[in-house]
């Protein structure tokens, strides 16, 4: 059961795949135990009317509109999340902050470095709660992986490697979305879809890149538009980064990998950390298991079947496997515990500081790209 009499009143802009997603997680949020801060649905936002019927059948909502300008207007929303095409992450985010709303924004946090910069500024001179979406290392393998490089337990690091893998796009058939093209999505393309999936761990360790090689690929130019022609597919496809961080003041490759078109890879996140005394890895591959190692005369990799250990207890059995909308869940109930001042050392979500960090490496690949060099980062 949850403490707090008010709940806090959230309001959804964007009812399209992540919308209903995040409302499926309010659905249930009496099975996290013990948790501090009540939370309901109340209002909903999307251009699209055959959208917002699918809302309908949650009591809770009490104001379905086509006009984010009326969400934000009603005093029945005290925070917002937006999930909207990325075109739009800066206009729709900038009325939430204006409008004293403070906001769960989705990633990659506005189209370009440049409109994240300005979102993270205008949140900070308004004094807004503003977090950014990422749900992966909520998982309790992540977790792990997260709490043992921390640690320093690890040594001296000597690699890092993390990505996110799709295949969905290998179909050449496959009809054009806005998330496919740069005017909707941006130009850094894929590493505007998955890139911050993949950057927030690294970066709350504190490694980031100081200088960095790209190669990216667009591997079909042209898709079907839907209404019997064609369209230009002009989003990078797929991007692997070499980087050099200095992390315990030695320089590492940091390898990182955003891929629509990977054979055979649904949604596979991953991060691999080796250091001279341990070393862990988690995939979403494997989605229960934790592998790590430990320096002996030999070394080999121990593999450990993890439960249920997630950041927020829940009536979820301990031994039971968590899936994305239990993480889901997860990274809402820490934005609601970090702004409610009850996060008590858990793991916060992603900030405005490291989205626009990530950023900064997307700009700087599509830079390393362009002139085929590596790039320095600030
Ligand atoms: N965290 C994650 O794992 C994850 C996964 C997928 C997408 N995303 C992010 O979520 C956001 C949305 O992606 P999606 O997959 O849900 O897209 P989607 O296309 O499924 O949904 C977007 C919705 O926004 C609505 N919309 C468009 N313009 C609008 C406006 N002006 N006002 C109100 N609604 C408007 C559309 O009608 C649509 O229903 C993007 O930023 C994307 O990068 C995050």
């Known amino acids: 059961?949850?403490?707090?009499?008010?709940?806090?009143?959230?309001?959804?802009?964007?009812?399209?795949?992540?919308?209903?997603?995040?409302?499926?997680?309010?659905?249930?949020?009496?099975?996290?135990?013990?948790?501090?801060?009540?939370?309901?649905?109340?209002?909903?936002?999307?251009?699209?009317?055959?959208?917002?019927?699918?809302?309908?059948?949650?009591?809770?909502?009490?104001?379905?509109?086509?006009?984010?300008?009326?969400?934000?207007?009603?005093?029945?929303?005290?925070?917002?999340?937006?999930?909207?095409?990325?075109?739009?992450?800066?206009?729709?985010?900038?009325?939430?902050?204006?409008?004293?709303?403070?906001?769960?924004?989705?990633?990659?946090?506005?189209?370009?470095?440049?409109?994240?910069?300005?979102?993270?500024?205008?949140?900070?001179?308004?004094?807004?709660?503003?977090?950014?979406?990422?749900?992966?290392?909520?998982?309790?393998?992540?977790?792990?992986?997260?709490?043992?490089?921390?640690?320093?337990?690890?040594?001296?690091?000597?690699?890092?490697?993390?990505?996110?893998?799709?295949?969905?796009?290998?179909?050449p058939e496959k009809p054009i979305n806005w998330k496919r093209q740069s005017q909707y999505c941006g130009e850094i393309g894929v590493m505007g879809d998955l890139g911050l999936h993949v950057a927030h761990v690294p970066l709350r360790l504190g490694w980031s890149p100081s200088s960095l090689y790209a190669q990216l690929q667009k591997i079909h130019a042209v898709r079907p538009d839907g209404k019997g022609g064609t369209a230009p597919c002009d989003t990078w496809d797929n991007a692997v980064i070499h980087g050099n961080a200095s992390i315990g003041g030695n320089v590492v490759p940091m390898s990182l990998e955003m891929k629509r078109m990977a054979p055979t890879e649904t949604n596979t996140w991953y991060i691999e950390i080796l250091g001279t005394d341990r070393g862990a890895r988690y995939s979403t591959k494997e989605p229960k298991t934790l592998w790590t190692y430990r320096r002996d005369k030999e070394q080999w990799w121990e593999k450990t079947d993890l439960g249920f250990g997630m950041p927020f207890r829940t009536i979820t059995g301990g031994i039971f496997e968590p899936g994305f909308p239990d993480v889901l869940m997860q990274m809402w109930a820490a934005f609601l515990a970090e702004r409610a001042g009850k996060l008590d050392g858990r793991f916060a979500c992603a900030t405005p500081d490291e989205a626009v960090a990530s950023h900064e490496w997307w700009a700087a690949a599509l830079q390393s790209h362009r002139e085929q060099k590596i790039v320095s980062i600030r």
């Open 1 to 171: 059961m949850t403490s707090e009499t008010n709940p806090v009143r959230v309001g959804i802009i964007g009812g399209g795949l992540m919308g209903r997603e995040a409302a499926s997680a309010f659905a249930r949020w009496f099975a996290l135990e013990n948790y501090p801060v009540r939370a309901e649905l109340t209002a909903v936002c999307d251009v699209q009317t055959k959208m917002l019927d699918w809302f309908k059948q949650i009591p809770t909502v009490r104001l379905l509109t086509g006009k984010h300008q009326e969400l934000l207007g009603s005093t029945e929303v005290d925070v917002v999340y937006v999930a909207v095409p990325h075109h739009l992450h800066e206009t729709i985010y900038l009325d939430v902050l204006r409008a004293g709303k403070d906001l769960l924004a989705e990633k990659p946090f506005g189209i370009d470095l440049a409109a994240a910069r300005r979102i993270r500024d205008e949140a900070a001179r308004l004094g807004r709660f503003v977090r950014v979406s990422s749900e992966f290392p909520f998982l309790p393998g992540v977790q792990r992986v997260y709490q043992l490089a921390a640690s320093g337990a690890l040594g001296r690091i000597i690699s890092v490697r993390a990505g996110f893998l799709h295949s969905s796009d290998l179909d």
